[in-house]
């Protein structure tokens, strides 16, 4: 299993639901990340006074793996929050970088992608 958490200042923040269409509530601080108009659960999101948890397997399909970077960042933006991504660990970049859902993601996004065209 893979964690992505986000630090925030619940002084600040009082959350009431996230701008995400793709999150939706499960429980009082307890929610699930699932795409657009299926019932597939790909991220459990856990909510604490500063801290929220973002759980997700490790062997996604891509499309699941942009999304949820997209969420992640969608609720980073929601509380003004800090990320740390160092349990999201992804693969690698062309230079061999470590990459995460977050961290030098456009890096592997693109190697990614372009080792994609190679294949077919």
């Known amino acids: 299993m893979l964690v992505t958490k986000i630090t925030y200042s619940s002084v600040n923040n009082t959350l009431t639901d996230f701008s995400s269409p793709y999150i939706k509530k499960y429980e009082h601080n307890y929610y699930k990340v699932c795409p657009d108009k299926t019932d597939k659960q790909i991220a459990d999101v856990k909510v604490n006074d500063n801290l929220i948890e973002i759980s997700f397997l490790e062997d996604l399909e891509l499309k699941e793996y942009i999304l949820l970077h997209e969420v992640i960042k969608s609720i980073q933006l929601d509380v003004k929050g800090t990320i740390d991504d160092s ?34």
């Open 87 to 120: 349990n999201s660990f992804l693969g690698y970049t062309d230079l061999g970088e470590r990459a995460y859902i977050i961290r030098n993601w456009s890096k592997w996004i693109g190697y990614v992608h372009e080792s994609m065209k190679n294949c077919q």
